[in-house]
């Protein structure tokens, strides 16, 4: 298999070269190119095609939200994670609504950085918890249910909403396939089936999803 090859943007120098170094080390992982700019880091996917863009949301002139909106809808092959600081709400909201496949505090721990490269550069998504405690929050009191949520949810299988269910609890595929018993490649025809019956596009939707709908 080829490895995964990330672009890592961010203003501060330093942030990039930690990064870098992380993720270097990394099996089945290269680091392609870098960026300090959103203007930049869309030029940079255009020309290196990244499976995975690591995007900071502060930046002088694009923001990384912007930069993300614009990469998700002319180069979709290339997922995004955004890195915050801070769990703020515009940003992880903004993000989402831009397309990011995920979103991480800046102080993740190396391990699960690498993971998070890992999972989005597989096709799912990955969210801080903290942050997906705020999306959920949001969500739940800014949209009331609706009758399409209920018949979406009436129309999952029992096995398709056990694995909702363990989407929701933030379980990855791998731990989902140990606790019922299912070969990974099993979870992730379930996982698809999903999120096509609930017409979302990745998990942190299918979250939100399951949380409108008071499944979880």
């Known amino acids: 298999m080829s490895d995964i090859t990330i672009l890592l943007v961010d203003d501060q120098a330093l942030m990039r070269m930690g990064m870098s170094m992380v993720l270097g080390q990394a099996d089945g992982m290269r680091v392609v190119g870098e960026a300090a700019s959103g203007e930049s880091a869309i030029e940079r996917v255009r020309a290196l095609k990244p499976d995975v863009v690591l ?15 614009v990469i998700a ?3 979709p092959a290339s997922s995004v994670i955004i890195l915050t600081t801070f769990d703020l709400d515009e940003y992880a ?17 190396a ?3 690498v993971q998070a490269v890992r999972t989005v550069a597989d096709g799912d998504a990955i969210v801080s918890p903290r942050i997906t405690r705020r999306l959920l929050e949001i969500h ?7 009758d399409a949520d209920s ?13 909702l269910l363990g989407i929701a609890r933030g379980l990855s595929n791998t731990e989902i396939a140990a606790e019922l018993f299912l070969s990974e490649s099993t979870v992730k025809t379930y996982v698809g089936r999903v999120l096509a019956k609930l017409g979302v596009r990745d998990r942190v ?11 979880v």
């Open 55 to 69: 995007m900071d949301v502060r930046m002088p002139g694009m923001d990384g939200i912007e930069a993300t909106r």
């Open 73 to 75: 809808r002319d180069h």
């Open 151 to 163: 018949n979406a949810h009436a129309s999952l299988t029992d096995r398709e909403r056990d694995v």
């Open 93 to 109: 909201l903004g993000g989402l609504n831009a397309g990011a496949s995920g979103f991480l505090i800046k102080d993740t721990p």
């Open 205 to 215: 939707h299918a979250v939100i999803h399951a949380y409108q709908s008071g499944l």
């Open 140 to 146: 739940r009191s800014a949209m009331a249910p609706t």
């Open 111 to 113: 391990a699960e950085l």
